[in-house]
């Protein structure tokens, strides 16, 4: 997540194999992906508690499909990041404790999905909005651990 | 929803093991369902368990199956039952003209938009049920002579929009679009109106038009319609703004198309109906999903000029829904609890007062009610036709099956009751939407077959 990957990055390469599809602009395909998710994962959050304090539905719904497009675009993270697996990419060690972080808040958004199917007020307050934040601290937290792994690990090699 | 967190919360495990584990336990949570007796939900007192919210609410629909050659709904001894019409489009609701002509009303919903992905996904489970067949948009006329003379069938109207409800008024025949209700002018015996509609009123309609059914029903002088108008929402999850002068039942003056809110708070009301003895203005409601299988029954009942029957802030008088904010205590305070419950998820859709003489003694007092069936309860409920007994003007009694058999023994649809009207010679007309087809009950006597093919 704390990648810096823009869309200007995103230069998708020809399909010339399995390597090439799962990488864009150098980067392996599924960060990019996992950062989208992760920003509409955390917009559900900010339209949550619009919600709450307007009680207009319309950021309800807003919310309901960040959530499900996150979890589109979680669920290709997770194909684009099993094709580098099974390609036989190297993938260094600190991206694990990213990944167990980000499998966390996939988890908890698939919940969120559910409660934020409900109807009206209680689809929100306070079951959803609680999800939303603790979805937000999670992915805030994996990132944060990921930058220190990975610093370390570039210091310490 | 604890057990899927415990799961997600022992992060150790593989990824795939948990989403596994989580998924299979997200099914769980949808079935965790324990529907009671039905039977403790008919009558004055229901009993109201606590609200439940799910992760996943539970859908059950009744697979369609379809009627079998020579397969009719079952009804107790001393009754019979004919198809009066078969294949028919989704006939909806029935009027029975004067001169015993049968109008059929071949209707359904305008197309539901999609705000939420929920919408995608109930759309598609319903659709399994036979709620998206086909909308004919019309009304079919039926003369039968019933002593082997020919039968005729005709369209007597076409190109409606969401027709529900009919009522004829001297020669002016009033069709209830989903959107408006419209004028005809009717002669005795006719059997087709080629002349364009006058509108009389505006109803609410689209773009959401959550309920779209707008049954309808001419006061006994004939000066004022009362219309059923639907909510828009199950709770409003469209916002509250969407259900403007929705949930309610209107009072709309014949001559100049002016309306009034009449009774409010009732979530979705058809089948209004006159109550013979008293004259009371009667009706049955579709209550809100999603909090329970036992929760909230659908009911029949008197409705009172002004009154408030609680949705969307309350059920059964002063039981609050979570899910409505802000609430308005104010209104709560004047809810008025329905006279009978039918039991939860039953779906009323269509009322006769029983005021012939064809059928046996104990059906003479009393309204038929006919339950469309539940989509959202394990056990099914509903599906069936019954009896609720009358005394005084006030139900009376334990409600009785009449027309069962829609469900097959593998809990498939055959088909499923909706309108229901009374004939000329007292037997009882019921339209049944998935089998595409009209059944008319009598009385056994020898050679009283009737059919139109």
């Not at chain 1, 966390?104 to 609680?130: C, E, K, Q």
């Not at chain 2, 909806?92 to 015993?100: A, E, Q, T």
């Not at chain 2, 419950?341 to 104990?362: E, Q, R």
């Amino acid at each position: 997540m704390q990648q810096h990957t823009t869309i200007t990055e995103a230069r998708f390469v020809g399909n010339t194999d399995l390597r090439s599809t799962a990488k864009s602009g150098g980067r392996p395909i599924h960060r990019m992906l996992a950062a989208f998710s992760a920003a509409y994962f955390i917009g559900a959050l900010v339209t949550d508690v619009v919600y709450w304090q307007t009680l207009n539905v319309l950021w309800e719904r807003f919310s309901i499909w960040l959530i499900t497009a996150g979890l589109i675009l979680a669920g290709l993270a997770v194909v684009a990041y099993a094709i580098d697996l099974f390609a036989g990419r190297q993938i260094d060690r600190p991206a694990w404790p990213r990944a167990v972080g980000y499998a966390l808040a996939i988890l908890l958004s698939l919940i969120n999905a559910f409660v934020h199917s409900r109807d009206a007020y209680t689809a929100v307050v306070p079951m959803g909005l609680m999800l939303s934040g603790l979805v937000t601290v999670v992915l805030l937290l994996t990132a944060l651990i990921g930058t220190v792994l990975a610093n370390r690990s570039r210091v310490g090699g | 929803m604890m057990r899927a967190l415990n799961i997600a919360a022992s992060a150790k495990l593989p990824r795939l093991a948990i989403l596994l584990a989580t998924v299979a336990g997200l099914g769980l949570a949808g079935c965790d369902d324990h529907a009671g007796d039905p039977k403790r939900q008919i009558g004055a007192n229901p009993v109201l368990p606590e609200i439940q919210q799910y992760l996943m609410p539970p859908m059950r629909v009744a697979k369609v199956v379809g009627w079998g050659e020579d397969e009719t709904p079952a009804a107790p001894q001393g009754l019979q039952v004919h198809a009066l019409a078969t294949g028919l489009e989704h006939p909806r609701s029935l009027y029975v003209l004067p001169n015993g002509d049968v109008l059929v009303v071949e209707s359904n919903g305008p197309k539901a938009p999609v705000n939420r992905p929920k919408d995608i996904i109930t759309g598609w489970v319903q659709s399994f049920a036979g709620a998206k067949a086909k909308d004919a948009n019309r009304i079919t006329l039926l003369r039968d002579n019933g002593d082997g003379s020919p039968k005729l069938r005709t369209v007597f109207l076409d190109h409606l929009n969401s027709p529900f409800g009919v009522a004829l008024v001297g020669h002016d025949l009033y069709v209830a679009n989903t959107d408006a209700i419209v004028r005809y002018p009717y002669e005795d015996g006719q059997t087709s109106i080629a002349a364009a509609g006058t509108k009389l009123t505006d109803l609410p309609g689209g773009p959401i038009d959550h309920h779209w059914t707008k049954a309808l029903l001419a006061s006994p002088d004939g000066s004022k319609l009362y219309v059923g108008v639907g909510s828009n929402s199950n709770i409003t999850e469209n916002g509250i703004g969407a259900e403007y002068e929705r949930a309610a039942i209107w009072e709309v003056d014949r001559a100049s198309g002016a309306h009034r809110i009449y009774a409010s708070g009732i979530r979705n009301p058809t089948g209004l109906q006159w109550e013979p003895e008293t004259g009371k203005l009667w009706a049955i409601a579709n209550e809100r999903d999603e909090i329970g299988p036992d929760l909230v029954p659908d009911y029949l009942t008197s409705v009172r000029d002004g009154g408030f029957y609680g949705w969307p802030y309350s059920y059964y008088g002063q039981h609050l829904d979570p899910r409505v904010e802000p609430q308005r205590p104010d209104l709560v305070a004047t809810a008025i609890a329905p006279d009978y419950a039918l039991s939860s998820h039953v779906a009323p859709l269509g009322v006769a007062m029983y005021t012939g003489t064809d059928l046996p003694a104990n059906y003479r007092s009393g309204a038929f009610v006919a339950e469309h069936g539940s989509w959202n309860r394990t056990p099914l409920n509903g599906y069936k036709v019954v009896f609720v007994p009358f005394s005084g003007g006030q139900p009376s009694g334990p409600a009785q099956d009449v027309v069962t058999g829609f469900l097959d023994a593998d809990n498939h649809a055959r088909g499923r009751p909706v309108g229901l009207a009374v004939d000329r010679t007292g037997g009882l007309l019921i339209a049944d939407d998935v089998g595409n087809t009209v059944w008319r009950v009598s009385s056994v006597r020898p050679g009283s077959v009737s059919s139109i093919r």
